[in-house]
Every structure is written in structure tokens, then in C-alpha cells.
């Protein structure tokens, strides 16, 4: 008040009142002609802070003696119109929506007649709204539902039972040309003063039906697939577990007809010094029996006796080199023999070891003209399996001299050990044809083979392939180029 008082009014009134207010008090003590004063109205006003605001004003006149006074009443009317412009926003917002909802909405009154019907209804029925409007909303409903309908309603407004109303259900209803199709109606009850009504909202239900149908067909394809698709899983791995176990078989055969190949060899191997030493045995028995019979019949001779001597050197020489040949022949085959028949694993030397199988292989080593060079430090031990790594040695080997030297050529395989603190690496190679690129990729294949028939399983690189990757926990690998040789390399954990 103290802001007020003694200040010109219209330091509330925002322009244009502010500007005009004097020149309209002067006029109205000047003729009486009254614009609010007696009247009232509503007038926008001027808060501290700038902030202009509705108010509705009301002002009267007094007088105290001869002097004139103005009272003016004033009511803030923010609040009401905030709700008057809600109200008709709520009200366009409504009408808005049910212009431009996708679903039909209609309304019917008591007596089923249609009394609103929006453009999505129209577009849904192919009714316009002026065809419409004031029938009975039964025109939009296909039998038995149209015959039905008046009844329901009368029973609806006699007893309280609901069929559609305040629930809604899937229904059937009727274009303008008569067609029928599925929609989803829901119907709410409205109370305005003493007057009844009832809204519904229609959702076509064609295209989701449709969808239903499709996914529902598409769904028992899918089962139909599935079963079928279980049932040929079931066959595959069925399939899989018998490739498998003939796999297994005929690798446990390849390597057994290696096995059988390497007895076969060192069998022939053996016959040679035994044969040498039977014969040694038998000339010594001859001369013994002669000596005897000549010292039995106080016949022998200093010159006899010195030839017997000699003879009998000879032959226990000759006897006791075979006798050690075979031996080491039958130790060398009987460990191989041994590594190749079980999987125990063991702590062996290399370089022994390899010496070991090579002697083994020696007859089919002699009936070739290559030579074989081992280069392996004699101090390297490998913890593993010796039989897989006899096994593997005796493929490469047996493969070089089958594949790598056609035509009778000549050539050298080696075989190479370098090692570092944890892993040793094996190198095989030869100087022979080498191996085509379009082959390359193939060779650790199952029966592959460019020998069938001539002695070649397909087998022996892919059980050597298992071997080291599988058994020793190694990797394989094979460089090559067609006359420029072939290198298998051998990666073993120590």
C-alpha cells in the first residue's frame, strides 16, 4: 500500500489503459459518458513484476462532502481462465481426436438411432455420415445381429444385462455395398442430464485376422518343418555316429595293416642273419662231429685239431654277428611294435627313438635307392606318446617314398628336429615332384589318394593328421610346389 498510495492508478494498467486512463476519467467528469464506472467489466491488469493478468473490475461512485471518490473492486480471473481455455482445449482436443482417430467411433441414443459418426466410420462402413445419422444403427449390422439388436437394447434397458456394452467383443458388421467383416466393438454408456447414449469404438479386424490365419498356417509349417527337421537331425547324427565309428574303424585297420607290413618286413629282415647263423651253426656242428670221431679213434692230428680250432672261431664270429644283428632288429621292432599297439604314454630320447622305427622300416628302406638323412640333437627327450609319433614317422617316410619319386628317380627325405624350451619342431622332407596346389588342401583328407590302386589307402596322412593334433596336442602342416619337393611340419609340445 505504501507503493500505492498517493500514485496515479494506472501504474497497474498495462498499456494501452496506461496511456489512455486520464484522458477517459477527464471525459467521463467532463460529460458523464462512463465506460467501466457503474458498469464493470473485464480488463487486463499490471502486476510489480511486469506480469500482466485477467481481472474482472467493477467500479463505483461516491462522494464524501463535495469531493468526488471512485471505488473500484477487482477480481483475479487467472484461475478461471485458465479453466474456460482448458475447457474449450480439451473440447477441440476431443473434437479432434475422434475426426482423426483410425478407428470408427459412432454414437446412438436411446433409441438406437446414430447420432455421431466420425470419417474413420465412414471410411470403414462406406456410409457418409449424412447417410447415416438419424437411422437406426442396425443398417451397419449384418444378420443375426440386425434383427437382434433392437431386442437386446430393450432388454439392456429393462434388465442390466450387458452383452456388448461395458466389455466389448469381436463381431461382424456390414458395409454400404453389403460385404461383411470382423471387427472389434466397444460400446460405453453415457450420461448427459436426463438423456442416455452409447459410444462405441469399431476396430476392422480384417487385416489382423488375415495375420492370424497366416501366422497360424505359417506356425503349423513351422512344426510341420521342425519335426521333420528333428527327425532328419536325428538321422544325421545317426549317420554321423556310424561315419564315425567306420572312420575309427578303418583308421585302427590302417594302422594295423602298418603294423602288419612292419612284421611282414622285419620277419623277411630277421630270416637273413638267422639263415646265416643256422648255416654257421651247422658247418660247426660237421666239424665237431669230425674232430670227435678223429680224437675217438686216436686219429687226430696237431694240424686237425689247429684247423678245427680256427674253423670253429669263424663260425661262433659269424653266429654271434648275426645272433646280435637279429636282436637288434627284434628290440628295435618289438618297442615300435609295442608303442604302435598301445597308447602309453612315456619319457623316450628323440633322436633313439627315430633310429629305432627307421631300423624297423629297413626292409622297405632297402628296396629303395633314396637316401635318408636323420639331423636330430641326441639330447632332446619328448614326454608323449611314442606310438602316435612311430606312427607318424612311419607314414611320412612310406609316403615320400610312395608318392614322391615316380619313374624310378632317386632321391633324399630327411628328417629335421629343431627344439626350443617347450615345443620341438619335426620337418620331413624330400627333394622330390612335389605336391599341386589344387591337391594341397586336400591331402590330410580321408581317402584321398592319387595312388588308389597302386597300394594307396587315402588313410595314412589323415590318421597322421589326427595323430599330432588330436593324441600329441600338436599342429600339421605341408609346404609344397610341383618339382620343387614337399615339407611336412611337425609342431609337438615337449
Known amino acids: 500500500a505504501a507503493e500505492v498510495i498517493g500514485q496515479n492508478i494506472k501504474i497497474m494498467m498495462p498499456p494501452p489503459y496506461h496511456d489512455e486512463h486520464d484522458g477517459y476519467l477527464r471525459n467521463y467528469m467532463q460529460t458523464g459518458e462512463a ?186 509349417a513351422l512344426e510341420k518343418r521342425v519335426r521333420e527337421r528333428t527327425e532328419a537331425v536325428k538321422d544325421l547324427q545317426l549317420a554321423m555316429k556310424q561315419l564315425r565309428e567306420a572312420q575309427d574303424q578303418l583308421v585302427q585297420t590302417e594302422k594295423l595293416a602298418s603294423l602288419g607290413g612292419l612284421v611282414a618286413g622285419i620277419a623277411h629282415e630277421i630270416n637273413t642273419p638267422v639263415g646265416i647263423g643256422v648255416t654257421a651253426a651247422s658247418h660247426l656242428q660237421e666239424i665237431t662231429e669230425t674232430i670227435n670221431a678223429a680224437f675217438t679213434g686216436a686219429k687226430l692230428k696237431k694240424a686237425d685239431l689247429a684247423e678245427y680250432l680256427e674253423s670253429s672261431r669263424q663260425s661262433t664270429t659269424i653266429i654271434l654277428n648275426n645272433l646280435h644283428r637279429a636282436a637288434e632288429l627284434i628290440n628295435s621292432f618289438k618297442q615300435v611294435a609295442v608303442d604302435q599297439s598301445s597308447s602309453e604314454r612315456r619319457r623316450f630320447k628323440l633322436r633313439e627313438y627315430i633310429d629305432e622305427v627307421l631300423i624297423s622300416l629297413r626292409p622297405q628302406l632297402r628296396k629303395s635307392p633314396h637316401r635318408l638323412v636323420v639331423n636330430c640333437p641326441d639330447d632332446v627327450e619328448l614326454d608323449t606318446y611314442p606310438g602316435a609319433l612311430a606312427q607318424i614317422v612311419t607314414n611320412l617316410v612310406m609316403n615320400a617314398i610312395l608318392h614322391a619319386f615316380p619313374g624310378g628317380a632317386t632321391g633324399e627325405i630327411r628328417i629335421e628336429v629343431e627344439e626350443d624350451e617347450n615345443q620341438v619342431k619335426l620337418l620331413f622332407r624330400d627333394n622330390g615332384v612335389g605336391i599341386p596346389a589344387s591337391q594341397l588342401d586336400k591331402i590330410f583328407d580321408p581317402f584321398f589318394t592319387t595312388k588308389r590302386g597302386h597300394g594307396g589307402s587315402g588313410l595314412g596322412l589323415h590318421v597322421v593328421y589326427n595323430l599330432a593334433t588330436q593324441q600329441l596336442k600338436g599342429s600339421m602342416g605341408v609346404e609344397s610346389a610341383e618339382g620343387a619337393g614337399t615339407t611336412f611340419r611337425l609342431l609337438l609340445p615337449r
Open 35 to 220: 465506460k467501466i464506472i457503474g458498469i464493470g467489466r473485464e480488463v487486463t491488469a499490471l502486476k510489480k513484476d511486469g506480469t500482466e493478468f485477467p481481472i474482472e473490475l467493477a467500479v463505483g461512485e461516491f462522494e464524501v462532502g463535495e469531493e468526488k471518490f471512485f471505488a473500484g473492486v477487482i477480481r483475479d480471473v487467472s484461475e478461471r481462465k485458465r479453466a474456460e481455455r482448458e475447457q474449450l482445449d480439451a473440447t477441440e482436443r476431443i473434437r479432434a481426436i475422434v475426426e482423426t482417430v483410425p478407428d470408427g467411433i459412432i454414437t446412438i441414443d436411446e433409441a438406437a438411432r446414430v447420432e455421431t459418426f466420425n470419417p474413420a466410420a465412414e471410411k470403414l462402413f462406406g456410409f457418409s455420415a449424412a447417410e447415416v445419422i438419424g437411422q437406426n444403427v442396425r443398417i451397419l449390422m449384418p444378420e443375426p445381429y440386425h434383427s437382434e439388436h433392437d431386442e437386446y437394447l430393450h432388454s439392456y434397458h429393462e434388465t442390466g444385462n450387458a452383452k456388448i456394452i461395458g466389455t466389448g467383443r469381436e463381431v461382424m458388421a456390414r458395409r454400404r455395398n453389403g460385404s461383411v467383416f470382423p471387427v472389434e466393438l466397444a460400446v460405453g454408456e453415457i450420461q448427459l442430464g436426463d438423456r442416455r447414449m452409447y459410444a462405441g469404438v469399431v476396430r476392422d479386424m480384417t487385416e489382423r485376422k488375415l495375420a492370424e490365419d497366416s501366422m497360424r498356417y505359417l506356425n503349423e
